[in-house]
């Protein structure tokens, strides 16, 4: 990005300030995110400026969303409403445009938004140790916590057909049709038909999990949409979690939906992205952990309604290959991307990790069963038939 179209657009949130430096942030598949340091008046600070993506349906409603949420959480952490941890919590509030007084600004065809910096953290591309991992837990449960009586009927969907894996199964398949293989040399051919093969084992067993899901009395309330462990914010010294960001994917949907894509997303030991595909592993230690951490949160510890969480892990993780596959087809239009094959990497980065956690799923259900959650027994030797 041009330092002096930042300047710009800088000007727009913040009066009589200087840019003094700009940092591009690698994290995020979506939007494109900066740290912008900034002095005012002689005192430096920072702030998060953002280039929301086109995938939403409306930037007005995704920032009224935005604010909604942080109002929310802000006004109850301010009274004290009640207490979740001795350990701080921190809202990644909006910063208002001064030029327009709403929270976004146009700018060559882009809409641009100023978030508030939460300083003395960092974000995770792969857990650091067990432990790392318990805290993720607890500080899903935190999220989850205050925002357990928020009206989820006040939030408007942004994104459509966001987590309908059968949506992600038909455009998937549509795009496999339609796909000019000629554009491919040979080898980029072989890895797409393999990965395709693959997938194609899962779609009916998926399919049929899907409508186990719909008849089943689960759990609908408002989650997170993508709790990915990029997406959280770590205090920099003490190691818990500090707040929960990118709120964009807030939506009403099934709790065991949040809690298995973020155990799909810290369990992967090497992280979405490799060096090594080889190296990517499920970590069945990292779920128990976890799920210990996100427990010492509840009082109710009725863990029947967990029983399906396998079955989530594993659609989970299946939906994000093939939507990483089907963004691969369709010439990369909805993830960011470095290279032009990163996400037919990224798909088998995540198939990958799907055959890991299948091959590991009878011991996992083990170790579930000790924690308190008796789960279908029959569903280890389902997926196991399918690799």
């Not at 969907?157 to 049709?177: A, E, G, P, V």
């Not at 997303?265 to 996100?294: A, K, M």
């Not at 996400?343 to 000790?370: K, Y």
Request: charged share 20%; net charge negative; aromatic share 14%.
């Amino acid at each position: 990005m041009n330092f002096n179209k930042i300047k710009k657009i800088h000007r727009n949130f913040f009066i009589n300030s200087r840019v003094i430096k700009i940092e591009k942030l690698i994290s995020g598949n979506i939007n494109k995110t900066y740290i912008i340091e900034h002095e005012s008046r002689g005192r430096k600070s920072k702030y998060i400026l953002q280039c929301l993506s086109n995938i939403f349906d409306s930037h007005e409603i995704l920032n009224n969303n935005h604010k909604l949420l942080t109002d929310y959480m802000s006004e109850k952490l301010k009274n004290n409403y009640f207490t979740i941890s001795d350990t701080r919590w921190d809202v990644p509030a909006l910063i208002k445009c001064n030029s327009s007084n709403f929270f976004v600004f146009p700018f060559e065809e882009n809409y641009w938004r100023a978030i508030k910096y939460i300083g003395g953290t960092l974000t995770l591309n792969f857990l650091e140790d067990s432990n790392m991992a318990y805290q993720i837990g607890l500080g899903l449960a935190k999220f989850h916590f205050i925002l357990q009586d928020f009206q989820s009927s006040r939030i408007i969907s942004t994104i459509k057909n966001f987590h309908n894996t059968n949506y992600y199964i038909d455009q998937y398949l549509i795009s496999l049709q339609d796909f000019d293989f000629s554009r491919l040399d040979n080898k980029l051919v072989e890895r797409v038909n393999i990965l395709t093969n693959n997938l194609l084992f899962h779609v009916e067993y998926v399919k049929s999990l899907t409508l186990l899901f719909d008849n089943e009395s689960l759990d609908n309330q408002l989650i997170h949409g993508d709790p990915k462990l990029s997406n959280f914010l770590i205090d920099f010294n003490q190691r818990f979690v500090v707040s929960l960001i990118d709120l964009d994917t807030v939506s009403s949907g099934y709790l065991l939906t949040d809690l298995a894509d973020c155990i799909r997303s810290i369990c992967n030991v090497s992280g979405e992205d490799p060096d090594d595909i080889e190296s990517v592993f499920f970590d069945n230690n990292y779920c128990i952990y976890f799920l210990r951490g996100y427990f010492s949160m509840i009082d109710d510890m009725n863990l029947s309604k967990f029983r399906l969480l396998p079955e989530f892990i594993y659609v989970i993780t299946f939906e994000l290959s093939i939507r990483f596959i089907t963004d691969f087809l369709k010439s990369n239009s909805y993830f960011k991307v470095d290279y032009d094959t990163q996400n037919l990497f990224r798909a088998e980065v995540q198939f990958r990790l799907l055959s890991s956690f299948i091959s590991q799923s009878s011991n996992l259900l083990g170790d579930l069963e000790r924690l308190g959650i008796v789960s279908n027994s029959t569903f280890a030797f389902d997926v196991q038939k399918l690799i």
